[in-house]
C-alpha cells in the first residue's frame, strides 16, 4: 500500500503526515511525502532549498519509526492540487492524506484549493486533516 502526503511544512501538513505515520504502522505502508512548486524552474533558490530540507526533516522522521517513506519535491510547474493527483496516478497511490486551511468563500475563489482538487480529482481516496 502506498500512502501519499502532500507536504509543505506547515502544522496542518504535519499533522497530515502524522495521521499517515499511524495508518502505514497499520497496515504496511509506504508513505511518499511530496511537496509540489507551482513556479516550476523560475523558483527561487532559497525556496528551493527550504523546501528540499523540509522533505528530508519528514523522510528522516517517518524513517526514524521504521516505516518506508520516500520524498519528492516537483517542480513541474502544475497547480500543486495538479501535481499531487498525477504523482498519485503515476505512482499507485492507494490513499492520500492532505492538511486543509480555513480560507474565506472569496479566497479560495482567488487562490483556488489544493484540496479541494485533490478530492474531486484523486483517483483514490483522500482523507483530509484540520
Wanted: net charge neutral.
Amino acid at each position: 500500500m502506498n500512502i501519499l502526503v502532500g507536504y509543505d511544512g506547515s502544522k496542518v501538513a504535519q499533522d497530515a503526515l502524522k495521521l499517515a505515520k499511524k495508518h502505514a504502522e497499520k497496515m504496511g505502508a509506504r508513505i511518499h511525502v511530496v511537496t509540489s512548486m507551482e513556479g516550476g524552474p523560475n523558483v527561487p533558490r532559497e525556496t528551493f532549498e527550504k523546501a528540499e530540507r523540509q522533505l528530508e526533516e519528514a523522510k528522516t522522521g517517518v524513517r526514524a519509526d521504521n516505516i518506508a517513506c520516500e520524498a519528492h519535491l516537483s517542480v513541474r510547474g502544475l497547480q500543486p492540487g495538479e501535481d499531487l493527483v498525477q504523482y498519485a496516478e503515476e505512482n499507485q497511490i492507494d490513499q492520500i492524506i492532505i492538511g486543509v486551511r480555513q480560507r474565506s468563500k472569496v479566497g479560495k475563489l482567488i487562490f483556488g484549493s489544493t484540496a479541494q482538487h485533490v478530492i474531486l480529482e484523486a483517483p483514490c481516496p483522500v482523507v483530509s486533516v484540520k
